[in-house]
């Protein structure tokens, strides 16, 4: 039976990349959890922004190898030392990808414009002086600024940029980035979003969130001008529902277990 997910034992490290921990495994398992859906949506370019360690690009092409064989994957990160890591783990798993390092997808927006079914990003998302945002090696990884939001805001745009009209963006949040102004953002460029994932750790509180274009929306977006950047009720009673309901769900199957 073919891998669904990469091996951590295969996975490659270096004491300068980040290696795969509770948000990695979040977001693998969000695409876990959508992978029926991921197999009907037929993806032919899959993008990861930040790729590290290579875990969940690998994962995400172990998963769709076998019914979207056509589909090809890119990978970027800024830390060079990242990309030969992804590139070891991804050969450990017999799949490939096409590799970059650069800044998000900086000299990429020609080539990739409209044209990316799949992106997933766990971005720096760790609220830190701004001045530790962007440094060389491994503090790359989490470094995220004021809020953890100052690359997450730089990459929300390019998202909607390179994602394809019916692409899909699958984000690792943290509750300090404010998911809920996050999705009103990305409501005002036309999306909708829902929480695929959602996990509580001793140190941190994660949100997977998906993101996809719905003409409705977009409609709305067209016709309404934003007089502030507070995430409408409705907005936030949504969210709020939705890690509610996923937390009661989490804690049935854990006293279950």
């Given at each position: 039976?073919?891998?669904?997910t990469a091996q951590i034992r295969l996975v490659s490290s270096h004491p300068e990349v980040y290696e795969p921990c509770d948000d990695s495994f979040a977001l693998v398992d969000a695409l876990l959890a959508d992978r029926i859906?991921?197999?009907?949506?037929?993806?032919?370019?899959?993008?990861?922004?930040?790729?590290?360690?290579?875990?969940?690009?690998?994962?995400?092409?172990?998963?769709?190898?076998?019914?979207?064989?056509?589909?090809?994957?890119?990978?970027?990160?800024?830390?060079?030392?990242?990309?030969?890591?992804?590139?070891?783990?991804?050969?450990?798993?017999?799949?490939?990808?096409?590799?970059?390092?650069?800044?998000?997808?900086?000299?990429?927006?020609?080539?990739?414009?409209?044209?990316?079914?799949?992106?997933?990003?766990?971005?720096?998302?760790?609220?830190?002086?701004?001045?530790?945002?962007?440094?060389?090696?491994?503090?790359?990884?989490?470094?995220?600024?004021?809020?953890?939001?100052?690359?997450?805001?730089?990459?929300?745009?390019?998202?909607?940029?390179?994602?394809?009209?019916?692409?899909?963006?699958?984000?690792?949040?943290?509750?300090?980035?404010?998911?809920?102004?996050?999705?009103?953002?990305?409501?005002?460029?036309?999306?909708?979003?829902?929480?695929?994932?959602?996990?509580?750790?001793?140190?941190?509180?994660?949100?997977?969130?998906?993101?996809?274009?719905?003409?409705?929306?977009?409609?709305?977006?067209?016709?309404?001008?934003?007089?502030?950047?507070?995430?409408?009720?409705?907005?936030?009673?949504?969210?709020?529902?939705?890690?509610?309901?996923?937390?009661?769900?989490?804690?049935?199957?854990?006293?279950?277990?």
């Amino acid at each position: 039976m073919s891998l669904r997910t990469a091996q951590i034992r295969l996975v490659s490290s270096h004491p300068e990349v980040y290696e795969p921990c509770d948000d990695s495994f979040a977001l693998v398992d969000a695409l876990l959890a959508d992978r029926i859906n991921l197999l009907e949506h037929r993806p032919m370019l899959c993008m990861e922004v930040g790729c590290g360690s290579g875990y969940v690009i690998t994962s995400l092409a172990l998963m769709l190898e076998q019914e979207v064989p056509w589909a090809h994957y890119i990978a970027t990160d800024i830390n060079p030392r990242a990309v030969e890591v992804t590139r070891k783990t991804l050969e450990a798993h017999g799949v490939c990808a096409e590799l970059i390092n650069t800044d998000i997808a900086s000299g990429l927006e020609k080539r990739l414009a409209g044209l990316v079914d799949v992106m997933v990003v766990n971005p720096p998302y760790v609220p830190t002086p701004e001045d530790e945002v962007g440094r060389e090696g491994i503090a790359s990884a989490w470094a995220g600024g004021e809020n953890g939001r100052s690359v997450i805001d730089k990459i929300l745009p390019i998202a909607d940029k390179l994602l394809s009209k019916t692409g899909w963006l699958y984000l690792v949040t943290l509750t300090t980035n404010d998911p809920s102004q996050i999705c009103l953002q990305m409501r005002e460029k036309g999306y909708a979003a829902r929480i695929v994932v959602q996990r509580s750790t001793e140190e941190e509180n994660l949100h997977i969130i998906k993101f996809w274009r719905d003409f409705d929306i977009q409609m709305e977006a067209k016709e309404t001008v934003p007089v502030n950047k507070t995430a409408p009720v409705g907005v936030m009673d949504t969210l709020l529902s939705q890690v509610h309901r996923l937390s009661l769900w989490i804690s049935g199957n854990n006293s279950s277990n």
